[in-house]
């Protein structure tokens, strides 16, 4: 079975700063790890992925996340927040082997002031 | 592609009435889940198909909801009778059978039930 924890329902930065929203995940099995955005009276969007090969991800929009087997973790950041990132995002996982579902976290949501 | 199509985005009902949720996933997908979202339970999976066969619906709340998919391009999403702890936004997303089991979600139909 695996679960997804994110740490913060509400992250605030300032437009410009760092972003980092948390994501630890637990799984029986080597994961694949998902960032998803919602915005607005919107659908999730696929942000970025982790599957095989480099830990350090890039996705849309400026941001990344890096794979830490030894942490269960898989963070999202990105340098520098704009006022259009402010969304909800939420992580998932899923087993590597074989067809299963994605188990997502709460999900964090990030404000972003001027 | 025009993506995973919900129909209707916005519902408003009375408490009692029959409400129909549906969906259209993208072309070639043989999967199909349905979500709902909520402040206080953050986005839950309800049931899902796998070449129109329903796989899992331990996720379907009670006897009020049903879910059938009658071929590869359509589904829908029942609640009968409907009551107001069922207001809440009900995601449809498609999964083309891909390694990374990456969903693709639709808009969302946003369910008021007065």
């Known amino acids: 079975a695996q679960s997804v924890t994110q740490l913060g329902s509400h992250v605030s930065v300032s437009e410009g700063a760092l972003v980092l929203l948390r994501c630890n995940y637990s799984?029986?099995?080597?994961?694949?790890l998902f960032w998803y955005v919602q915005y607005p009276n919107q659908g999730l969007q696929l942000l970025l992925k982790y599957t095989t090969g480099a830990t350090l991800v890039k996705g849309i929009n400026g941001f990344e996340a890096e794979f830490k087997k030894s942490e269960t973790s898989f963070h999202l950041t990105k340098p520098s927040a704009h006022m259009s990132d402010a969304a909800e995002y939420f992580c998932?996982?899923?087993?590597?082997?074989?067809?299963?579902?994605?188990?997502f976290g709460k999900g964090t949501m990030l404000l972003v002031s001027p | 592609d025009a993506g995973v199509i919900q129909s209707p985005r916005h519902e408003v009902t009375e408490m009692g009435q029959e409400v129909t949720l549906r969906c259209k996933p993208i072309s070639g997908h043989n999967s199909l889940f349905w979500y709902r979202q909520t402040m206080m339970r953050g986005l839950e999976l309800l049931i899902y198909?796998?070449?129109?066969?329903?796989?899992?619906d331990s996720g379907m709340p009670e006897d009020r909801f049903s879910a059938k998919m009658p071929n590869a391009s359509f589904s829908t999403l029942k609640i009968q009778p409907s009551e107001p702890r069922d207001s809440a936004v009900y995601f449809c997303a498609s999964f083309g059978g891909g390694s990374d089991n990456e969903q693709f979600f639709g808009p969302g139909t946003r369910l008021t039930v007065l």
């Open positions: 198909f796998n070449n129109n066969v329903p796989i899992d």
């Open positions: 998932a996982v899923t087993p590597a082997s074989g067809y299963s579902t994605l188990t």
């Open positions: 799984s029986s099995v080597p994961p694949y």
